[in-house]
């Protein structure tokens, strides 16, 4: 495990070392996830799938719904429940 001190600026940001951004192929414009529980601070690499990889998901869930009879109307209604049931 690389382990390195870092010192937060008067911004409140961090520089990742090199050393780290090597090890996990971290560049330029890349996000990372932040998360935070109690006095931790675990940073991940955020990796968005390849336009090819988002249009194959988006057809299997299109396909998806079509076999149990969902339109692209009813999408609505479908976000508007489960919303009313996370606030129960």
């Known amino acids: 495990m690389d382990m390195q001190i870092l010192t937060v600026s008067s911004k409140g940001?961090?520089?990742l070392p090199v050393s780290i951004r090597k090890m996990l192929?971290?560049?330029?414009g890349d996000k990372l996830v932040a998360y935070a529980s109690g006095d931790v601070i675990m940073l991940k690499t955020l990796k968005l799938p390849a336009v090819q990889e988002f249009e194959k998901s988006l057809d299997e869930a299109r396909?998806?719904?079509a076999s149990v009879g969902y339109e692209e109307s009813?999408?609505?209604d479908i976000i508007k429940?489960?919303?009313?049931?996370?606030r129960e």
């Open 13 to 15: 940001q961090i520089s």
């Open 25 to 28: 192929s971290i560049n330029t």
């Open 63 to 65: 396909r998806w719904a």
């Open 74 to 76: 009813d999408v609505n």
């Open 81 to 86: 429940s489960v919303r009313k049931r996370g």
